[in-house]
């Protein structure tokens, strides 16, 4: 494993670290250590400026995943939460929007500067800003590469939580247990839906709903955890999910 990206397990909980001093860039071989992990999930901060001065294409082939190995990992159907304790600028921003929660530092900053360097966030930033903030708010972000606080980021919907940094880790965490009690089904289902079904209008989507072409959908439908939950919540006890 890479030094930079660190792992840990605990109680259904996988913590992916990213520590890659000064500025948490990602390289090629961040974004494939980086990928590695979040493939282990799948299974059981910012473009690297000094590679660019190192000779490493700026349109460098990250492998599996994409750039961070997350941004172009469509198919994870685990539920990713980023905890953002500092500055998420150009490509760490970029990977803080493929997670689908975010926690924040209230400290933490978030900015996309490439425009100030001859360059543009394609590394999902262009993409998924406009669908997470009023489009003129992404836009403003995109076309000046301004930084938003994490109280504004907050105010906009972009950041689920915001805590003092201390209570980052203790929250996130917290919000991962939320997570953990769901049965893993219907989350994975719920990721599958919102995937195909994000950019279609409420009839349309239930057109795809009903199409058949959703297998974690289906599969969650007649699934034992579909019919541990309430049986569960009718013997008035936790339910057990198996994920099956």
Known sequence: MNPAV???VDDGVLTVTLDRPKANAIDVATSLALHAAFLRLQQDRGWDLSAAVAGEAINADHGPGGFAGLTEFFTLDKPVIAAVNGLA????????????LMVAADTAEFALPEVKLGMMADSGG?????KRLPRAIAAELLLTGRR??????????LVNRVVPLADLAAATQALARELVAAA???LAAIKQVLRATEAAAVEDGYRVLRSGGLPAYRGMLTSADAQEG???????????????
């Open 230 to 244: 309430p049986q569960a919540f009718a013997e008035k006890r936790q339910p057990v999910w198996r994920g099956v």
């Open 148 to 157: 938003m606080g994490a109280a504004e980021a907050q105010s906009w919907g």
């Open 126 to 130: 262009v993409l998924r800003l406009p």
């Open 184 to 186: 893993p089904l219907a």
């Open 6 to 8: 660190r792992i840990a």
């Open 89 to 100: 600028i150009g490509g760490g921003f970029e990977l803080a929007l493929a997670a689908d």
